[in-house]
Protein backbone atom coordinates (compact mmCIF):
# COMPACT_ATOMS: atom_id res chain seq x y z
CA UNK A 1 0.00 0.00 0.00
CA UNK A 2 1.33 3.70 -0.34
CA UNK A 3 3.07 5.00 2.05
CA UNK A 4 0.62 8.17 2.05
CA UNK A 5 -2.82 6.08 2.07
CA UNK A 6 -1.36 3.46 4.40
CA UNK A 7 -0.22 6.63 7.00
CA UNK A 8 -3.97 8.05 7.15
CA UNK A 9 -5.08 4.42 7.50
CA UNK A 10 -3.20 3.42 9.64
CA UNK A 11 -3.21 6.78 11.41
CA UNK A 12 0.59 6.84 11.51
CA UNK A 13 1.19 9.77 10.23
CA UNK A 14 4.72 11.60 10.83
CA UNK A 15 5.19 15.15 11.51
CA UNK A 16 8.53 16.30 10.92
CA UNK A 17 9.95 19.95 11.46
CA UNK A 18 11.83 21.05 8.42
CA UNK A 19 14.06 23.44 7.78
CA UNK A 20 11.45 25.57 6.17
CA UNK A 21 12.85 28.79 4.30
CA UNK A 22 9.79 31.03 5.58
CA UNK A 23 10.67 33.18 8.09
CA UNK A 24 8.79 33.09 11.54
CA UNK A 25 5.50 35.49 11.43
CA UNK A 26 4.15 37.33 14.00
CA UNK A 27 0.59 36.73 12.89
CA UNK A 28 -2.65 35.15 13.95
CA UNK A 29 -3.45 34.58 10.56
CA UNK A 30 -1.57 33.78 7.62
CA UNK A 31 -2.68 33.02 4.00
CA UNK A 32 -0.15 30.92 1.68
CA UNK A 33 -0.78 30.69 -2.10
CA UNK A 34 0.12 27.44 -3.61
CA UNK A 35 1.23 26.54 -6.84
CA UNK A 36 -1.66 25.39 -9.46
CA UNK A 37 -1.22 22.46 -11.79
CA UNK A 38 1.63 20.62 -9.59
CA UNK A 39 -0.12 17.68 -8.02
CA UNK A 40 2.24 14.72 -8.26
CA UNK A 41 1.01 11.20 -9.27
CA UNK A 42 3.23 8.45 -7.06
CA UNK A 43 2.42 4.92 -8.61
CA UNK A 44 3.77 1.99 -6.53
CA UNK A 45 4.85 -1.47 -7.87
CA UNK A 46 4.15 -4.46 -5.36
CA UNK A 47 6.53 -6.49 -7.75
CA UNK A 48 9.73 -4.16 -7.28
CA UNK A 49 8.44 -2.10 -4.08
CA UNK A 50 9.42 0.63 -5.67
CA UNK A 51 7.53 4.26 -5.89
CA UNK A 52 7.43 6.46 -9.22
CA UNK A 53 6.53 10.08 -8.71
CA UNK A 54 5.17 11.59 -12.11
CA UNK A 55 3.93 15.56 -12.31
CA UNK A 56 -0.08 14.99 -13.69
CA UNK A 57 -0.40 18.83 -13.92
CA UNK A 58 -3.49 18.20 -15.63
CA UNK A 59 -5.47 17.25 -12.12
CA UNK A 60 -7.10 19.62 -10.85
CA UNK A 61 -8.77 17.26 -8.33
CA UNK A 62 -6.71 17.30 -4.77
CA UNK A 63 -4.84 20.42 -6.12
CA UNK A 64 -4.09 22.82 -2.90
CA UNK A 65 -4.42 26.55 -4.64
CA UNK A 66 -4.58 28.16 -1.11
CA UNK A 67 -4.39 27.60 2.62
CA UNK A 68 -5.39 29.94 5.73
CA UNK A 69 -3.98 29.03 8.95
CA UNK A 70 -6.05 31.33 11.63
CA UNK A 71 -4.62 31.06 15.25
CA UNK A 72 -7.71 32.07 17.60
CA UNK A 73 -7.87 32.85 21.22
CA UNK A 74 -9.67 28.90 21.32
CA UNK A 75 -9.47 27.32 18.19
CA UNK A 76 -6.93 26.95 15.34
CA UNK A 77 -8.52 26.81 12.35
CA UNK A 78 -7.16 26.36 8.44
CA UNK A 79 -8.60 26.08 5.68
CA UNK A 80 -7.72 24.59 2.33
CA UNK A 81 -8.80 25.77 -1.39
CA UNK A 82 -8.38 23.65 -3.97
CA UNK A 83 -8.36 23.75 -7.74
CA UNK A 84 -11.52 21.27 -7.63
CA UNK A 85 -12.87 18.68 -5.26
CA UNK A 86 -14.42 15.51 -6.38
CA UNK A 87 -16.56 12.98 -3.88
CA UNK A 88 -16.13 9.70 -6.52
CA UNK A 89 -17.67 7.52 -3.73
CA UNK A 90 -15.60 4.71 -5.24
CA UNK A 91 -12.07 6.84 -4.29
CA UNK A 92 -10.06 7.53 -0.99
CA UNK A 93 -9.85 11.22 -0.38
CA UNK A 94 -7.38 12.69 2.07
CA UNK A 95 -6.88 15.64 3.74
CA UNK A 96 -3.58 15.83 6.30
CA UNK A 97 -2.90 18.93 8.67
CA UNK A 98 0.15 18.14 10.98
CA UNK A 99 0.70 20.58 13.18
CA UNK A 100 3.78 21.18 15.42
CA UNK A 101 3.72 23.86 18.32
CA UNK A 102 6.63 25.61 20.58
CA UNK A 103 6.17 22.84 22.79
CA UNK A 104 7.38 20.72 20.00
CA UNK A 105 4.47 18.50 20.27
CA UNK A 106 3.28 17.03 17.18
CA UNK A 107 -0.37 16.25 15.86
CA UNK A 108 -2.21 15.45 12.89
CA UNK A 109 -5.40 15.93 11.87
CA UNK A 110 -7.12 13.24 9.78
CA UNK A 111 -10.11 13.88 7.49
CA UNK A 112 -10.76 11.26 5.09
CA UNK A 113 -13.63 10.65 3.10
CA UNK A 114 -14.06 6.58 1.65
CA UNK A 115 -16.75 4.27 0.25
CA UNK A 116 -17.54 3.70 4.07
CA UNK A 117 -18.35 7.34 5.09
CA UNK A 118 -20.47 10.29 4.33
CA UNK A 119 -19.18 12.84 1.59
CA UNK A 120 -18.08 14.91 4.96
CA UNK A 121 -15.80 11.83 6.18
CA UNK A 122 -14.61 11.44 9.31
CA UNK A 123 -11.89 13.84 11.24
CA UNK A 124 -9.77 12.28 13.51
CA UNK A 125 -6.68 13.71 15.91
CA UNK A 126 -3.45 11.09 16.26
CA UNK A 127 -0.13 11.49 17.85
CA UNK A 128 3.50 11.56 15.89
CA UNK A 129 3.28 7.56 16.50
CA UNK A 130 -0.73 7.20 15.09
CA UNK A 131 -2.65 6.84 18.12
CA UNK A 132 -5.57 8.75 18.11
CA UNK A 133 -6.60 11.21 20.61
CA UNK A 134 -9.66 12.49 22.18
CA UNK A 135 -10.50 16.07 21.20
CA UNK A 136 -13.87 16.81 21.92
CA UNK A 137 -15.10 20.15 19.66
CA UNK A 138 -12.51 18.77 16.82
CA UNK A 139 -14.29 19.69 13.44
CA UNK A 140 -14.23 19.47 10.04
CA UNK A 141 -16.09 20.54 6.80
CA UNK A 142 -15.76 20.19 3.22
CA UNK A 143 -17.80 22.34 1.02
CA UNK A 144 -17.65 21.01 -2.50
CA UNK A 145 -18.98 24.02 -4.38
CA UNK A 146 -16.67 26.54 -2.76
CA UNK A 147 -13.87 23.30 -2.88
CA UNK A 148 -12.88 23.80 0.32
CA UNK A 149 -12.10 21.50 3.59
CA UNK A 150 -11.66 23.32 6.79
CA UNK A 151 -11.41 22.21 9.73
CA UNK A 152 -11.17 23.36 13.36
CA UNK A 153 -9.07 22.20 16.30
CA UNK A 154 -9.57 23.58 20.10
CA UNK A 155 -6.43 24.71 21.30
CA UNK A 156 -7.22 23.01 24.47
CA UNK A 157 -6.34 19.85 22.00
CA UNK A 158 -3.06 21.03 21.48
CA UNK A 159 -1.49 21.80 25.26
CA UNK A 160 -2.74 25.33 24.51
CA UNK A 161 0.35 26.76 22.45
CA UNK A 162 1.85 29.99 21.99
CA UNK A 163 2.44 29.37 18.36
CA UNK A 164 1.69 26.64 15.62
CA UNK A 165 3.20 25.66 12.47
CA UNK A 166 1.19 23.63 9.56
CA UNK A 167 1.60 21.35 7.14
CA UNK A 168 -0.55 20.19 4.79
CA UNK A 169 -1.42 17.20 2.28
CA UNK A 170 -4.31 16.44 0.24
CA UNK A 171 -4.32 13.20 -1.99
CA UNK A 172 -6.77 11.10 -3.43
CA UNK A 173 -6.34 7.46 -4.53
CA UNK A 174 -6.87 5.76 -8.05
CA UNK A 175 -9.28 3.21 -8.44
CA UNK A 176 -6.33 0.50 -7.71
CA UNK A 177 -5.29 2.19 -4.52
CA UNK A 178 -1.52 1.40 -5.84
CA UNK A 179 -1.63 5.11 -7.24
CA UNK A 180 -2.38 8.22 -5.67
CA UNK A 181 -2.49 11.78 -6.32
CA UNK A 182 -1.04 13.98 -3.64
CA UNK A 183 -0.37 17.69 -3.25
CA UNK A 184 1.45 19.33 -0.41
CA UNK A 185 0.69 23.11 0.36
CA UNK A 186 3.94 23.80 1.07
CA UNK A 187 5.95 22.83 -1.55
CA UNK A 188 5.78 23.17 -5.51
CA UNK A 189 5.41 20.16 -7.72
CA UNK A 190 7.09 18.04 -5.49
CA UNK A 191 6.14 15.83 -1.82
CA UNK A 192 8.08 14.25 0.73
CA UNK A 193 7.36 11.06 1.98
CA UNK A 194 8.14 11.86 5.28
CA UNK A 195 5.47 14.20 6.14
CA UNK A 196 4.08 17.61 4.57
CA UNK A 197 6.21 20.59 5.06
CA UNK A 198 5.26 22.57 7.94
CA UNK A 199 4.75 26.98 7.22
CA UNK A 200 5.83 29.39 9.24
CA UNK A 201 5.09 30.16 13.14
CA UNK A 202 1.51 31.62 13.37
CA UNK A 203 1.26 32.78 16.97
CA UNK A 204 -2.07 33.09 18.44
CA UNK A 205 -3.81 36.51 18.19
CA1 LIG B 1 -1.21 23.06 -5.79
Known sequence: MHKIIGAALA?????CLTASTAAAAHAEKVVHRDARGDVIRQDYSFETET?????VPTVKSSDITSTVVDHRRD???????HAELDSHLDLLHGYLFSLVTNERLGRTVVLH???STSRQGEVKLVTQAGRRVTCIGLRGRIDYRANTVRIRVP????????W??????????GRDWSRAFVDDANLNGRVRNAGPVHGPRIHRG
Open 11 to 15: LATTV
Open 51 to 55: ETETP
Open 75 to 81: NVFVTVR
Open 113 to 115: VSP
Open 155 to 162: RSCLSNPR
Open 164 to 173: VRAGIYTFHT
